[in-house]
């Protein structure tokens, strides 16, 4: 299973839960040391974001606020939240699944690493298994209209 | 003591264990539901900033992952993730006291609440007690580099 699978198996876990399926791993040294789905729901909890979840814990884990040898692989395009959450953290690779042109803040809406006020970019990887991941939010938002 | 002295009180706080001087009260129907300021180091989570530890608390405490009826009190512009999160927990109106030109993203940088990725913003009032939390913030930065 590639980085992105292990990502898409928590955005599918997400959607079992009842909420958005985006799921997100934090990569260091070729092992995953966090890996969570969305969880705003369940947590009461606006900030619950897949990315910032899976940060807040490899950050706990690895005791620092900022974690430079660690790659963030996410299903949807960060929003601006978890963008800047990114940046703070100092994240080295971001590889994201499918654009969201309604709330993603990378390449859509601020774009936040290139704006002014960004003061830590990632390299940036966009696209890799983008048909799942979308499959996988359509199939969702369409069961919840039927 | 009016709402934003509350929350300079949180950043005062906040700069004596160390971390950058910003404190955020939350407000609904004229009583202050949580305060805090600045926590990143302590907690080793660069998520951890004023505004993101009260509205996690008063959406824990109310249930809910939106907060509409609240209002947020905060001793400086809010960045990018900050704002994001006041959008998401559909917070009535924000009130900061100083504005921040090297992060902030309400009035500069990418202006997240004009951006067409934003589908709530609150109602802004700025500048409310500037001068003692701008006076703050350079004690503390004056008192780092010394």
Known sequence: ???????LAEAEKAGHRG???????LVSGGLIIARDGNRTLELNDPTAHAEVLVIRAACA?????RI????????????????????FARIRRL?????????????H???????PTCHHAPEIYAGIAEAPARHLLKEFFQGRRS
């Open 19 to 25: 909420e958005v399926p985006i799921g997100a791993v």
């Open 68 to 87: 430079p040898a660690c790659d963030l692989y996410v299903t949807l395009e960060p929003c601006a939240m978890c963008a800047a959450a990114i940046s």
């Open 109 to 115: 809406g601020g774009r936040f690493f290139s704006s």
């Open 1 to 7: 299973m590639t980085f992105m699978e292990h990502a």
């Open 61 to 65: 884990a690895l005791k620092s606020q």
């Open 95 to 107: 590889y994201y699944a499918a654009g969201d042109e309604k709330g993603g803040a990378v390449d």
